[in-house]
């Protein structure tokens, strides 16, 4: 039988989704949490991997199994073994066909960056911040000039796997409320690094660096090394996965608690 989850996580204190031999992560917690329940060894497959310090309000992932329980055990259950930064928060049943990753048809990320002189204290780990006034305008005039289907190698990291730098982008919106600054991003998938490396050349537009054409002139340079460093994960949230109708999941785009957009 194969069973979709959705999953909810904080990632201050994991090394990011995929298991690692000597460090804790998400992959891992989950894994330990259902083979509890499942009583034998449990491989799930998520939708998008985070990378450390990468949080998520809906990560979907699937798993097989041969222990027949009822779906309220998959989820308290497992909740039950899981350490307090990691909830499921549903699960259903799906066809053998169904797979996390491959069946996704699009994904929604959000940053939430503090703009404002001081850092954050009660947030830290969990929103990003910079110091310097940022321009509201000219971030969303620059984040248009990325819409569509392109080749983003500029903005993909060096230890990327994916076997083409193309993507199609559905969606940047760039908001305001109060001192925090919220980068919503809709793409059919995205490359490693990919989101953070589009905050950090917003940001860069948004502080007077550069002018909004300049993402074009980096996006079609496909040269990462023209482009912005590497924004932090602090403020990085996996939003939601999108599939088609048919898998009947519940998975459409979760807010971020406390951000009202």
């Not at 979709?4 to 330990?32: C, H, K, M, N």
């Not at 969606?171 to 919220?182: A, E, L, N, P, T």
């Not at 519940?250 to 807010?255: D, I, L, N, S, V």
């Amino acid at each position: 039988m194969r069973i979709a989850l959705g999953v909810e996580y904080d990632g201050v204190g994991f090394s990011g989704w995929q298991r690692q031999q000597d460090r804790p992560t998400v992959q891992q917690a989950i894994e330990t949490a259902l083979a509890a329940v499942a009583c034998e060894p449990i491989a799930a497959v998520c939708a998008g991997r985070t990378d450390a310090g990468v949080h998520a309000t809906c990560q979907v992932l699937h798993f097989d199994t041969a222990a027949a329980r009822p779906l309220h055990a998959w989820v308290r259950g497992a909740n039950a073994h899981l350490p307090a930064g990691v909830a499921v928060l549903w699960a259903q049943p799906v066809a053998d066909d169904f797979h996390a990753r491959f069946s996704a048809t699009a994904r929604h990320y959000r940053y939430l960056l503090v703009n404002r002189p001081v850092r954050p204290a009660l947030n830290a780990g969990r929103l990003g911040w910079f110091h310097l006034p940022l321009d509201l305008e000219a971030m969303r005039a620059a984040a248009r000039l990325l819409l569509g289907r392109h080749d983003f190698s500029a903005f993909r990291s060096a230890e990327c796997q994916a076997r083409s730098p193309v993507r199609e982008v559905h969606r940047i919106d760039v908001d305001r409320v109060g001192d925090i600054i919220g980068f919503s991003l809709e793409a059919n998938a995205f490359l490693h690094h990919m989101v953070r490396n589009i905050v950090g050349a917003l940001v860069y537009v948004g502080k007077g660096r550069h002018t909004p054409g300049w993402v074009a002139e980096i996006l079609a340079s496909r040269d990462r090394a023209r482009a912005a460093p590497t924004f932090a994960p602090d403020g990085l949230y996996l939003t939601g996965v999108a599939y088609e109708s048919r898998w009947q999941l519940p998975c459409g785009e979760r807010p971020v608690p406390g951000w009202p957009r």
